[in-house]
């Protein structure tokens, strides 16, 4: 289904940005990538991330590592899904394990670049999960004028090179209110019906259950 390796990439990126050394927590900004724009929010380990996927038109993900919690929002509808956040499905995200003794990471200085009028520090990053042995590395830019937030970041995904920046940042612009379920929304059983796709979670002609 289109829409839905449209929606898993998207998941898949979101859980691979994010670098956190004493950068701030508290933001909002643009985030881009390639030709694809979302609206993002970060409150420590709450983020938010808005975009529009398609005929969904625009649909919400909030992670709430803090509670465990997963959160699709559908506007149009004023529907969500709520499941439990595993931690071993996000291990490439060190904004959320920079802490775990079970990860460890690795930031190496390579130069100097101005991003979007930011003066920025250039590193190679590599985040080991020590209990598997799985790596991932990439390369950040962290803006001296905001902080050392993490403006840019650059990793290879299926042999192909994949970059993410952030713009029109707001520090100390995240609001509680940005990562809890609005009131109003009715909850849905399944993703499937979150995306309009039948009340009982699966397309016409199937039987209800887990998406493959």
């Not at 691979?16 to 933001?27: D, K, L, V």
């Not at 904004?95 to 079970?102: G, H, I, K, L």
């Not at 200085?109 to 990439?138: L, Q, R």
């Not at 109003?184 to 009982?200: D, T």
């Amino acid at each position: 289904m289109k829409v839905r390796l449209m929606l898993l990439c998207w998941l898949s990126i979101l859980f691979s940005i994010g670098i956190c050394f004493a950068e701030p927590t508290n933001y909002t900004a643009m985030m881009v990538m390639d030709t694809m724009q979302s609206n993002y929010a970060r409150d420590g380990k709450k983020i938010r991330t808005e975009m529009n996927i398609g005929e969904m038109g625009k649909m919400i993900h909030i992670v709430r590592a803090d509670v465990k919690k997963n959160i699709m929002l559908n506007p149009a509808t004023k529907m969500y899904f709520e499941n439990v956040w595993e931690e071993n499905k996000m291990q490439s995200d060190p904004a959320m394990f920079e802490s775990d003794p079970n990860y460890k990471i690795d930031k190496v200085k390579v130069g100097t670049e101005t991003i979007d009028k930011h003066p920025c520090v250039k590193y190679t990053v590599t985040i080991t999960n020590k209990k598997t042995g799985e790596k991932h590395t990439g390369t950040i830019w962290e803006a001296t004028d905001l902080q050392n937030l993490v403006i840019k970041y650059e990793m290879i995904q299926d042999n192909k090179k994949m970059t993410i920046e952030w713009k029109n940042i707001k520090l100390n612009a995240a609001t509680t209110d940005m990562f809890e379920v609005p009131a109003g929304y009715k909850k849905a059983n399944s993703m499937m019906e979150l995306m309009g796709m039948g009340a009982m979670g699966g397309m016409p002609g199937r039987s209800r259950g887990k998406m493959p």
